[in-house]
């Protein structure tokens, strides 16, 4: 019994990882209605920030993750006005064109730049081993990962929910003419909402780099999970991927554990079976009318 819940609670930092890195694809493809594939790049580059901030530098971890989500975000902001702006307006083919460019761009730079052997993040000791609580061992670090991805779960979802910012943003996706009609600034709207997300997948990187490691693929090698975490949970809202990512981090953790042969598979495995039975996604446009 321990060890099932041990299990389940691995699988829920799991989860709670997978949303952190996939939310900010979410609030791009659900809410600006961009398919932005390169996110997994910002990830990375958030993770590489962390690591060589801990690693070389000898900045504590908590002190190096601030700084993982704004240059992300600076990063983000910067590609935005630059080069994303332009494609907003352009197809979904055009856009996935072009992010997929990103990516292989930004593999490449990093495997010059870093090399290609894979990189982990010093923890500090008090994040290490694991805590007994009632009988059952969680580790420590992912005890804390499960803590924060939970309250920016709770402060993204207020923030889109019932803040004026959030009913900007909605009002710039549904009508921008009607939007800039009533005074809303829709580009730095767009933009802030794009280095936001950005933000969020550097900090999810720097967060996952002790637990997935850091390469110069990371992008590559995770972008199906990303991909996942928004088509099974919807793009309409963050509740949707939300609860996705739980779903599938814990898939992906029983299956790993219980069946080791298939467990790569059980993920796409129950992905299938819910687009078979909501093709929309949990949380779909057609599934909330």
């Known amino acids: 019994m321990a060890s099932v819940l041990t299990n389940l609670f691995d699988g829920v930092a799991y989860g709670m990882l997978l949303f952190v890195l996939a939310c900010g694809l979410a609030v791009t493809l659900g809410l600006m209605n961009f398919v932005n594939l390169a996110h997994g790049a910002f990830a990375m580059a958030g993770g590489y920030i962390c690591a060589v901030l801990v690693n070389n530098s000898g900045w504590p971890f908590f002190a190096a993750l601030p700084l993982a989500f704004v240059a992300s975000a600076a990063i983000g902001v910067a590609l935005e006005r630059t080069l994303y702006r332009h494609l907003y307006t352009r197809s979904h ?8 460019g990103l990516v292989f761009m930004s593999v490449a730079a990093v495997d010059y730049i870093m090399g290609s052997s894979r990189v982990f993040i010093k923890l500090p000791a008090a994040l290490e081993g694991q805590i007994d609580l009632f009988g059952v061992g969680i580790g420590r670090y992912r005890l804390m990962i499960v803590v924060i991805c939970g309250l920016l779960t709770l402060a993204l979802q207020l923030i889109l929910a019932k803040t004026r910012f959030g009913s900007r943003l909605r009002a710039a996706v ?7 009609g009533l005074g809303i600034n829709v580009p730095q709207v767009f933009a ?3 280095a936001f997300g950005c933000g969020l997948a550097g900090l999810g990187g ?35 991927p939300f609860l996705a990512s739980l779903l599938l ?14 467990g790569p598979f059980v993920i796409y495995t129950v992905m299938i079976v819910i687009l078979l039975w ?3 996604g949990l949380f779909g446009r057609t599934a909330a009318r």
């Open 93 to 100: 083919l055009d856009q996935v064109l072009f992010s997929i």
């Open 174 to 180: 549904d009508d921008p003419r009607a939007a800039i």
């Open 192 to 194: 802030f909402t794009f």
């Open 206 to 240: 720097a967060l996952s780099a002790e637990i997935l490691g850091l390469d110069p693929y990371f992008p590559l090698k995770f972008m199906i999970y990303f991909l996942i975490v928004v088509t099974v949970g919807g793009s309409s809202s963050i509740t949707g």
């Open 249 to 262: 981090g814990i898939a992906d953790v029983a299956g790993k554990y219980y069946v080791p042969k298939m």
């Open 278 to 280: 909501r093709p929309n």
